[in-house]
T-cell receptor, first 112, second 113 residues
Framework: GQQLNQSPQSMFIQEGEDVSMNCTSS?????WLWYKQEPGEGPVLLIA?????ELTSNGRLTAQFGITRKDSFLNISASIPSDVGIYFC????????????FGQGTTLQVKP | GAVVSQHPSWVICKSGTSVKIECRSL??????MFWYRQFPKQSLMLMAT?????????EQGVEKDKFLINHASLTLSTLTVTSAHPEDSSFYIC?????????FGQGTRLTVV
């Protein structure tokens, strides 16, 4: 079945630094979504991407839907301590069932 | 964004009992809801897809008789963990799909003792 490879697995950065994480797939995805999950909570949608090449920002967050439709990245600029959490990429594939396939997650820690 | 409410947020039950978890879409109608399970430090694992008015579709390896899913209305889906055992202890999360995006509930921490 379709799978997403997300990297890096974890990051430990200094406050103020920029962060970049990405997801790749061996098959085409129709939608890319980026979520943030904090301990004991459900994932919260950060950015949704619907078209190849689309570049979307949400405050300090920027994400892009790769032109090949097989990858996406998320950038966080000028990180702050509250950016700490687990970031997941997710996508819907060609089956059109609406099922989300998740990446393994990137754990972000920010040192003040 | 849209609101999905999941209840309870945590539950402790005795081994052999059943537990019901509710998932409600509060401000939109969700024809499709999804149930996930998440182990510590791991990603979300899809258990089943629930469509309003029809039987749920379970992922491979998920026992449909153990994890009963009911999607009686466009705003409510329930997951019942039957005859729970300690290995069923986990974080269960529902998701409701709107027009194009999926929104998640807060999750339910189930502990079976």
């Amino acid at each position: 079945g379709q799978q997403l490879n997300q990297s890096p697995q974890s990051m430990f950065i200094q406050e103020g630094e920029d962060v970049s994480m990405n997801c790749t797939s061996s098959s085409i995805f129709n939608t890319w979504l980026w979520y943030k999950q904090e301990p004991g909570e459900g994932p919260v949608l950060l950015i949704a991407l619907y078209k190849a090449g689309e570049l979307t920002s949400n405050g300090r967050l920027t994400a892009q839907f790769g032109i090949t439709r097989k990858d996406s990245f998320l950038n966080i600029s000028a990180s702050i301590p509250s950016d700490v959490g687990i970031y997941f990429c997710a996508g819907t594939g060609s089956s059109n069932t609406g099922k989300l396939i998740f990446g393994q997650g990137t754990t972000l820690q920010v040192k003040p | 964004g849209a609101v999905v409410s999941q209840h309870p947020s945590w539950v402790i039950c005795k081994s052999g009992t059943s537990v019901k978890i509710e998932c409600r879409s509060l401000d939109f109608q969700a024809t499709t809801m999804f149930w996930y399970r998440q182990f510590p430090k791991q990603s979300l694992m899809l258990m089943a897809t629930s469509n309003e008015g029809s039987k749920a579709t379970y992922e491979q390896g998920v026992e449909k008789d153990k994890f009963l899913i009911n999607h009686a209305s466009l705003t409510l889906s329930t997951l019942t963990v039957t005859s729970a055992h300690p290995e069923d202890s986990s974080f269960y999360i529902c998701s409701a799909r709107g027009f194009t995006e999926a929104f998640f509930g807060q999750g339910t921490r189930l502990t079976v003792v």
